[in-house]
């Protein structure tokens, strides 16, 4: 019933950017923590930011000062700005979300991922 879609990967060159997109749909009655995971070939999935209802956000030691997460809390989207994107920043990148639904209760949900390529 609860759905998350990502948009906005991409090939794109070393210090350049990138802006990701997150929409969760369906049958939505209160979304919670919402955040953006990744995970490189051979590496485990690794969180990258976190946003909270009230706008408090984590961020990885790793994305500090280069990325940004926001969120829209009636269009019940998350973003993900990315500037001064690294090689090391190639990865897929997931949304995740805890949603409360009134037939489900609150329950984790993941989506279906979009790569980030960072190559010259």
């Known amino acids: 019933q609860v759905q998350l879609a990502e948009s906005g990967g991409g090939l794109v060159q070393p210090g350049g950017s990138l802006r990701l997109s997150c929409a969760a749909s369906?049958?939505?009655?209160?979304?919670?923590?919402m955040g953006w995971y990744r995970q490189a070939p051979g590496k485990q999935r690794e969180l990258v930011a976190t946003?909270?209802?009230?706008?408090?956000?984590n961020y990885a030691d790793s994305v500090k000062g280069r990325f940004t997460i926001s969120r829209d809390n009636a269009k019940n989207t998350v973003n993900l700005q990315m500037n001064s994107l690294k090689p090391e920043d190639t990865a897929v990148y997931y949304c995740?979300?805890?949603?409360?639904?009134?037939?489900?209760?609150?329950?984790?949900?993941w989506g279906q991922g979009t790569q980030v390529t960072v190559s010259s």
């Open positions: 369906g049958s939505i009655s209160s979304i919670y923590v």
């Open positions: 995740n979300a805890n949603i409360g639904t009134i037939s489900m209760g609150t329950k984790n949900y």
């Open positions: 946003i909270s209802s009230g706008g408090r956000t």
